[in-house]
């Protein structure tokens, strides 16, 4: 999986100053400023609950498996399924 980090203009001149002064920790704040706002980001628009379902949902769907038709043996059956194939 890869991740963008979006750096704002301040966070892109901070990190670049770092780099040439080869400033550890402020290349290490600039980035974690970044993760933090990205998996923030992550968070609120990706990761959703799933629609709960109902149990009178539930009961519609079982009623509709239920009264569906039975295939035959034959239907089921190797032969049955490649009957119109040579």
């Not at 999986?1 to 203009?9: D, E, S």
């Not at 780099?19 to 992550?42: F, H, P």
């Not at 609120?44 to 498996?65: F, H, M, N, Q």
Request: no cysteine; proline share 3%.
């Amino acid at each position: 999986m890869t991740i963008a980090l979006k750096l704002t203009r301040e966070q892109e001149r901070r990190l670049r100053a770092g780099a040439v002064q080869r400033d550890a920790q402020i290349v290490r704040e600039v980035l974690l400023q970044a993760v933090d706002s990205t998996v923030e980001g992550l968070l609120r628009t990706s990761i959703r609950r799933p629609k709960a379902v109902t149990l009178s949902a539930l009961d519609k769907i079982a009623a509709e498996l239920h009264d569906a038709p039975v295939l035959s043996d034959e239907a089921v059956s190797r032969a049955g399924i490649y009957a119109d194939h040579p």
